[in-house]
């Protein structure tokens, strides 16, 4: 079991910027693959980002492309998620979540991960 634990969200407004972050108090994320999901108000949770072991593969979904960037430390056992030229569309709950395996992008626009934070939340005004 993994517990991920996220921080960062809180409110923006339109074109502004924040950055997530996550990590496993007590425990080190090196052995996992590491994403971020959405759920914004009545709608169902949505791949945002992944990022493999070492950082050398990643993938995002298309709203975010030039806008998200997603990246860990290792070394702090930490997963990022910077978040620029937000937008209101981009209001949701962020989730962090964590898998052993890595897919392809097409598998992360459908499914899940194996592990999942509580979730922090992020409001942009416009």
């Known amino acids: 079991q993994v517990q991920l634990v996220e921080s960062g969200g809180g409110l923006a407004q339109a074109g502004g910027s924040l950055r997530l972050s996550c990590g496993a108090p007590?425990?080190?994320?090196?052995?996992?693959?590491l994403g971020w999901f959405r759920q914004a108000p009545g709608k169902e949770r949505e791949f945002v980002a992944v990022v493999n072991w070492s950082g050398s593969s990643i993938y995002y979904t298309d709203s975010v492309k030039g806008r998200f960037t997603i990246s860990r430390d290792n070394a702090k056992n930490t997963v990022y998620l910077q978040m620029n030229s937000l937008k209101p569309a981009d209001t949701a709950v962020y989730y962090c979540?964590?898998?052993?395996?890595?897919?392809?992008?097409?598998?992360?626009?459908?499914?899940?991960?194996?592990?999942w934070g509580k979730g922090t939340l992020v409001t942009v005004s416009s």
């Open positions: 979540a964590a898998d052993s395996k890595f897919f392809t992008r097409s598998y992360y626009l459908v499914n899940g991960m194996d592990y």
């Open positions: 007590g425990r080190t994320l090196t052995d996992y693959v």
